[in-house]
């Protein structure tokens, strides 16, 4: 079966420390191997909230995009997350596939200096200048 590299980043403003943490377990049970960047405080980006703990994990998969999306959202579902507490501010945890095969996704991410700082940490600095 085919490997697929994949690149997730990890957010939460709720519980942040608990949230992330049982993230990482939920994401190491669906991709043993899973590494993860270390854990930083950021400022909150279009909403108004209290600020973020944030991290990168990285790993391979023999699951295609729409599977890995779909139990992505199934984890923050089973966590609490959801449209309706984002709309207050609130975010429990949010997973975004930031790579998946050779494309990125999440552009915007992708220009931001926490993004970069923990892409760099975790060894994927040259996936920030690729087109």
């Known amino acids: ?14 519980d942040a420390g608990a949230n992330i943490d049982l993230a990482k377990i939920h994401l190491v049970k669906l991709f043993p191997g899973m590494t993860f960047s270390t854990v930083i405080s950021t400022e909150p980006i279009g909403i108004e909230s209290d600020d973020f703990l944030n991290c990168i994990a990285v790993g391979t998969c023999v699951h295609n995009y729409v599977q890995v999306h779909r139990a992505l959202r199934h984890i923050e579902k089973t966590m609490g997350s959801g449209k309706g507490e984002r709309g207050k501010g609130i975010v429990r945890i949010d997973l975004d596939i930031l790579y998946f095969d050779d494309k990125k996704y999440h552009e915007d991410d992708w220009r931001r200096s926490y993004v970069r700082r923990l892409l760099t940490e975790i060894g994927e600095e040259a996936l920030i200048w690729k087109p």
């Not at 079966?1 to 709720?14: D, E, P, R, V, Y």
Request: hydrophobic share 50%.
């Open 1 to 14: 079966m085919k490997q697929h590299k994949l690149i997730i980043a990890l957010g939460a403003n709720t």
